[in-house]
């Protein structure tokens, strides 16, 4: 290997197996000091393409360089009551077990993030921690792209996927002498990302073995959830109802820590209702339902069996609208797009809303929704988002996105020869 770097055969792992640590140290310095010169503007060699795009998006964000700071630290009776009552609090007897009990004299810290990056558990080697204070890792802290750029459990959670930050790859100068191994950790009912595990240390932590090290631990911590999912405890204790609509699933309602199912009709009133805060009259609410139009009278029994499980106090009249608030996980998926999170739009949308249903209404907000995911991914381009759109309901026979998937793979890969022979079956059928 030279000082150009390594084209590692994983791009989500730092080095491969045998590589020469120092030369590539050096080169991915040197990368990093000519990207934040230039201003991003430079072609770049020897940089995995996962952490270029997250310098990037670092540097759109006006992300300092060579200051971490911290202006919404969390701490004290703030941060127990928070993470008491935070779902990634039920495996972090799992994380301990697994990974903390070994850290103790190793140089290496265990770090638990929630969903947004931040910090909620740092525990390990305490030399170790002690020198994190100078870069602010400390609970509490937010370790999200948007606050401190490149780093492996804010990345991790950036693009949904288990990911290894090298030293130089961190887009922070003081966090230079560090490496991490992150992955995130996902709701088993909702699919909802709960947060991540890291794994942060000196340069062995960018050893493939362990990023698997820390994807089994993410295993068996989901697992663990999972179990918790089964026995009927909630992992979103939350007094805002929600509601879940996309995926074959029976469409529910999670209230106080609740789960009630849903009949379809209420399912889409809810949903219709949620799209349209300003509220509805009984007659557009009519024809949002039914092409054929709902009588007033129909429109009037549905509501009223709605309020009963609802609640009155939620749904009002004349016009018909939502008094209090109301998750989605359509909004999810929105505020994903809205956020440039095209791994988790793709991920929280690869099933239907509502399937099966054919008001109006809903046909909008699926036309609207897939429409949005799609143009964001054909944006993005990345050959593993492209390959769960395409093997999901709405991509199966998308032939722009088939086609997409295969320019973003490399003709060498036996993968290559499926993709065309599917795109050609497709392009065949659409000609017939």
């Not at 030279?2 to 084209?7: H, L």
């Not at 106080?256 to 889409?268: C, T």
């Not at 797009?337 to 099933?351: E, F, K, Y």
């Amino acid at each position: 290997m030279t000082d150009r770097g390594i084209a590692t055969t994983n791009p989500w792992v730092a080095l491969d197996p045998g590589a020469d640590v120092a030369a590539h140290a050096r080169a991915v310095l040197r990368a990093h000091g000519t990207f934040v010169s230039a201003r991003g503007k430079d072609r770049l060699d020897g940089v995995r393409s996962v952490v270029r795009d997250s310098w990037s998006r670092s540097l759109q964000r006006g992300i300092d360089p060579d200051v971490v700071e911290q202006p919404a630290l969390l701490s004290g009776h703030d941060l127990e009551e928070y993470r008491a009552g935070h779902p990634m609090s039920l495996i972090r007897p799992v994380v301990r077990k697994l990974l903390v009990e070994d850290a103790a004299d190793s140089g290496l810290l265990v770090a638990i993030t929630d969903g947004q990056g931040r910090l909620l558990w740092v525990e390990g080697d305490h030399a170790a921690r002690d020198r994190a204070l100078s870069m602010s890792f400390v609970e509490g802290a937010d370790w999200s792209e948007d606050r401190v750029g490149t780093n492996a459990p804010g990345t991790a959670l950036a693009v949904d996927h288990s990911v290894q930050i090298f030293g130089a790859e961190h887009f922070n100068r003081t966090v230079h002498e560090w490496s991490c191994s992150a992955a995130p950790v996902h709701d088993p009912t909702s699919g909802r990302v709960l947060g991540a595990i890291d794994i942060t240390g000196g340069h062995r932590v960018a050893a493939p073995e362990v990023l698997q090290l820390v994807r089994a631990t993410v295993a068996a911590a989901e697992a663990e959830l999972r179990l918790h999912a089964l026995s009927g405890r909630p992992l979103f204790p939350s007094a805002t109802p929600r509601i879940e609509t996309i995926g074959a699933g029976r469409p529910a309602l999670h209230r106080g820590g609740e789960r009630v199912g849903l009949s379809r009709r209420h399912a889409e009133i809810l949903l219709i209702l949620a799209d349209h805060p300003e509220g509805l009259s009984s007659d557009r609410l009519a024809m949002l339902l039914d092409e054929n139009e709902l009588d007033s009278v129909t429109i009037r029994a549905e509501m009223s069996r709605l309020r009963k499980v609802l609640g009155a106090e939620h749904l009002g009249s004349r016009p018909y609208r939502l008094l209090t608030t109301l998750d989605t996980d359509v909004a999810d998926v929105r505020r994903a797009l809205d956020r440039g999170d095209v791994a988790s739009a793709v991920r929280l949308c690869t099933g239907e809303i509502l399937p099966g249903s054919v008001a109006p209404g809903i046909e909008e907000i699926r036309d609207e929704l897939r429409s949005g995911v799609r143009a964001a991914l054909l944006r993005c381009g990345e050959e593993h988002l492209l390959a769960q759109w395409t093997s999901s309901v709405h991509g199966r026979e998308d032939i722009t996105a088939w086609a997409a998937y295969r320019a973003s793979i490399d003709p060498r890969s036996p993968r290559f020869a499926q993709v065309d022979a599917t795109l050609t079956r497709l392009d065949r059928q659409l000609a017939t």
